[in-house]
């Protein structure tokens, strides 16, 4: 579904990935570890369109997509739920939610379909629905941003960093929220630094490091591995 | 008490023009977030449009309005693609420069086509009208009625469908709406033809009251600032209301205090808001 080969992206002079190559298939649920600066959120904004790679190629449904607009990578069925949210604080979560589904606005009934499950997989932002953005909480506006990333109905999710500044009860239940949304069928791309969380949800982990993937593999192996323990468990 | 109400009534005739004026220029900045100091100069040119078409082509005035609409929406977004748009990313003072450079260049070709002398347009509507015991034209009715239609209209696309809302979107945030697959230069350019044909009605409706020159705009940019600056940047019905503020208070000022000063009313009345709220009437605190 997704494949990059030896993808490259800079910011003026520096390089920051060197080389990307990995690959998802549909229905996969795949994590990307990585420490602080690793370039987690860098690569998913070159998959999403965001930023060009210098080198490489980015292939999404077997198209080429690293010279596309984000707008029209979004078509295609990908979607990022990006580090920081970038929700539109002064709309409402309503608006929020319908905005996500820009793409298929002319899809009443699917749009419909979808904010009844994104509202009984949160059931918060059923609450809080007239509710301005920008006065949720940090966990409620992590939770409208993955919902409205659904609203697009993507076949493939990126999700960077959900459990970021978030209580672990919190992270527990957005880390469940996650696995349910894969297992009806949404392929899914999560990046996290909580690699514990990740690879207890996750079948399949890559780990970045200073923009270069140094290990791959399943889940159960990864956290088990000496240099996954050490650097990113605590171990 | 009859000259306190013509002077209200006048004031709102006024301040219909400057809200219109104002929020087209807070669109634009709330998308591009740089001062489109040119806003002023496609106004003009909106009037200059309008004047042309009657005098020169016997167009009805309406059928002139609208078309100076249609023109100066196509003209506002060809200045959004060929001035701004290359600029993006780039320091703001690059879209400043830009933005005064087009400002020059529309003011002296309008001139040089044109000429300096002041021009105006054959009253559409004449007859006097008395209205709660106060005596005006038609035409300063139809002004104030005209803008309070589009100004509604322009609120309920922008709030209530999803085209007019993805303008909202880029501006709060222009990262988000790509990544729900808006595409942020159609919106851009929309902005562009919504402001400039917004600034092209206020010029006409007010056309046959006032002379038209090629300076016309430059005073009036400045107060658009003001209003927005006093409104919050950024905001609609800041926008909106900064400019019947506005209008009031020249208004006002003008009838019973000085009409020579009523510029310093103005911007007195910023200073003023701005020491009690720096942020605007509806500003949101610097986040
Ligand atoms: N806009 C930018 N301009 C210059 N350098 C940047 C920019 N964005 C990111 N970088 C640099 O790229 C590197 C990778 O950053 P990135 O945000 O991709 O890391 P990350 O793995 O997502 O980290 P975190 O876990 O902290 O979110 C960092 O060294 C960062 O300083
Ligand atoms: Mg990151």
Redesign the pocket.
């Known amino acids: 579904m997704l494949k990059l080969r030896n993808v490259a992206t800079n910011?003026?002079n520096?390089v920051?990935i060197r080389g990307v190559s990995l690959e998802i298939k549909k229905g996969d649920f795949v994590s990307l570890l990585?420490?602080?600066?690793?370039?987690?959120?860098?690569?998913f904004r070159t998959i999403a369109g965001i930023l060009k790679p210098c080198q490489g190629t980015v292939e999404f449904k077997g198209r080429q997509t690293n010279r596309m607009s984000a707008d029209k990578i979004v078509k295609l069925g990908l979607s990022l739920c990006p580090?920081g949210r970038h929700l539109f604080p002064q709309l409402s979560v309503h608006k929020n939610l319908m905005m996500g589904a820009y793409i298929r606005r002319r899809d009443h009934k699917g749009i419909k379909r979808s904010i009844g499950q994104v509202q009984e997989l949160f059931p918060i932002l059923k609450e809080r629905k007239e509710q301005m953005a920008g006065t949720l909480s940090g966990g409620e506006q992590q939770m409208l941003a993955i919902a409205r990333a659904l609203m697009s109905d993507p076949e493939l999710l990126l999700l960077d960093?959900p459990s970021i500044g978030l209580a672990p009860l919190i992270v527990k239940n957005i880390a469940d929220k996650v696995k349910a949304i894969n297992e009806m069928g949404t392929t899914i791309f999560l990046?996290e630094?909580n690699a514990n969380m990740a690879l207890k949800i996750t079948g399949r982990g890559y780990v970045?490091e200073s923009g270069s993937i140094i290990m791959e593999g399943p889940s159960n192996q990864l956290i088990t591995d000496d240099v996954v323990r050490k650097a990113y468990l605590g171990a | 008490m009859e000259l306190f109400l013509q002077q209200v009534f006048n004031g709102i005739m006024l301040g219909s023009t400057y809200a219109m004026v104002a929020l087209g220029l807070t669109l634009v900045f709330g998308i591009l977030h740089v001062p489109n100091f040119a806003h002023g100069n496609l106004y003009m040119l909106g009037a200059y449009v309008t004047f042309f078409l009657i005098s020169l082509y016997q167009f009805g005035f309406w059928a002139a309005v609208i078309s100076s609409m249609v023109i100066l929406g196509v003209v506002g977004m060809l200045v959004e693609r060929f001035v701004y748009r290359p600029l993006i990313g780039q320091p703001h003072i690059n879209m400043f420069i830009s933005a005064i450079g087009l400002l020059i260049l529309l003011e002296n070709s309008v001139a040089v086509v044109w000429g300096t002398s002041a021009k105006r347009i054959p009253h559409p509507y004449p007859d006097t009208v008395h209205l709660l015991g106060i005596t005006t034209t038609q035409q300063r009715l139809i002004v104030i009625v005209a803008a309070v239609i589009m100004i509604i209209l322009l609120q309920l696309f922008i709030k209530k469908t999803i085209h007019g809302t993805t303008i909202e979107a880029v501006a709060q945030d222009r990262e988000g709406a790509q990544l729900v697959g808006i595409n942020v230069n159609w919106v851009s350019s929309m902005t562009f033809a919504i402001s400039s044909a917004f600034a092209a009605a206020a010029a006409s409706l007010m056309a046959p009251i006032f002379m038209i020159t090629p300076t016309m705009g430059a005073l009036l940019v400045m107060k658009a600032f003001v209003i927005i600056i006093l409104g919050g940047l950024g905001s609609m019905q800041g926008a909106i209301l900064g400019g019947y503020i506005l209008g009031l208070v020249e208004s006002l000022g003008g009838g019973f205090i000085s009409a020579a000063y009523k510029d310093v009313f103005a911007f007195g009345a910023l200073v003023l808001i701005l020491a009690i709220k720096p942020t605007g009437l509806f500003g949101k605190e610097s986040n």
């Open positions: 910011f003026g520096s920051i990585g420490s602080n600066g690793a370039g987690k959120t860098t690569l580090e960093e990046s630094q970045l």
